[in-house]
């Protein structure tokens, strides 16, 4: 018994210094299969009886005791480790963050946000429509017939023949979501479409896919002067020049009458183009009065309603207001060309201001 109390105070003595190796060690060396107290546990059987009963006692006493000190000591190394690292990382939470490379919305987009925003200013929604057309919505319900010579101006994308005959096409313009909202809803209708468009066509001011934003109101007293007071306010709003020059030029598109092409002011020098002052004149705008037969091509009686529509090239207006000079770069996904001419996200200051006045 005394053997067991000298080897106790011995034991406890060695956890209490020791690091976690040397803890790991010390467990094998007593309680291990080999070890001391398990040895001393196997002799038991040797013992008389009532001698056994004590020794086995005071046996897993020691085992219950070393067990504890074990344990206890590896907690305590444990968390002081802990705490040692936490006090050697201390973060500054006073250092500035580092930056994040941040986004640019492209301009063609900032563009479509900006047009869109004034026009919905004045009580437009948006509306849009599928790339991918039939011949009646791109063409025939917008009177231009399949012998009309304006489907030779358009440059269409076909595709190959589908099983009912009908060869579907890639919209040419915007227009012919005027029609697929006018077979839907009831006048009165104000909608503008942003969207995509198609047509073969390829050099320094064509891109195959380009991109427009189409306008149609309809009412019943809606007029010329409606047009007009809607497209100037818009042009001023956009390029953010409060007495702008806009000219009406009498145009045709089949499917207004009277059309109108819309120019606005510039002067053109050796610095490059000014916006608003000067005596040349930029086109930026096809418009006109939705002519009564689109009206009933899709059962608006035209002896009530009527309207104008719009359409614009968002590339160009882009260009023009942007300051870029080649259309082509649009859609090279340069990123040095973004990170140039491109927006920060939610930045619209342009709009902003033009909302201001
Ligand atoms: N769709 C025409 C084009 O792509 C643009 C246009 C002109 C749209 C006059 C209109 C409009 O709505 O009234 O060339």
Known sequence: MDDLEQLRSDLLTRIESADLDALEGLRVETLGR????????????????????????????????????????????????????????????SLPPRPEPDGRVHPISQAIEEIVAIFCQMGFTVAEGPDIEDDFHNFTALNIPPEHPARQDHDTFYFEEGEDGERLLLRTHTSPVQIRTMLVQEPPIRIVVPGRTYRADHDATHSP?????????????????????????????????????????????????????????????????????????????????????????????????????????????AMLKYGIPDLRTFFDSDLRWLRHYGFPALDMPNVAAGFAR
């Open 34 to 93: 080999r070890g001391r107290v398990t040895a001393l546990m196997k002799e038991l059987g040797a013992l008389a009886p009532e001698q056994r009963r004590d020794a086995g006692r005071a046996l897993n006493a020691l085992k219950t005791a070393v067990t504890d000190a074990i344990d206890a000591r590896r907690a305590a190394l444990e968390t002081g480790a802990l705490d040692a690292r936490l006090s050697g990382e201390t973060i500054d939470v």
């Open 209 to 317: 896919m380009f991109h427009q934003v189409e306008g149609l109101v309809i009412d019943e007293e809606t007029h010329m002067g409606h047009l007009k007071g809607c497209l100037i306010e818009f042009c001023r709003a956009f390029f953010g020049v409060d007495d702008l020059p806009v000219r009406f030029r009498p145009s045709f598109f089949p499917f207004t009458e009277p059309s109108a092409e819309v120019d606005i002011g510039c002067s053109r020098s050796a610095d490059g183009l000014t916006i608003g002052a000067g005596d040349g004149w930029l086109e930026i705008l096809g418009s006109g009065m939705v002519h009564p037969k689109v009206l009933e091509n899709c059962n608006i009686d035209p002896s009530r309603y009527q309207g104008f529509a719009f359409g614009m090239g968002v590339e160009r207006v």
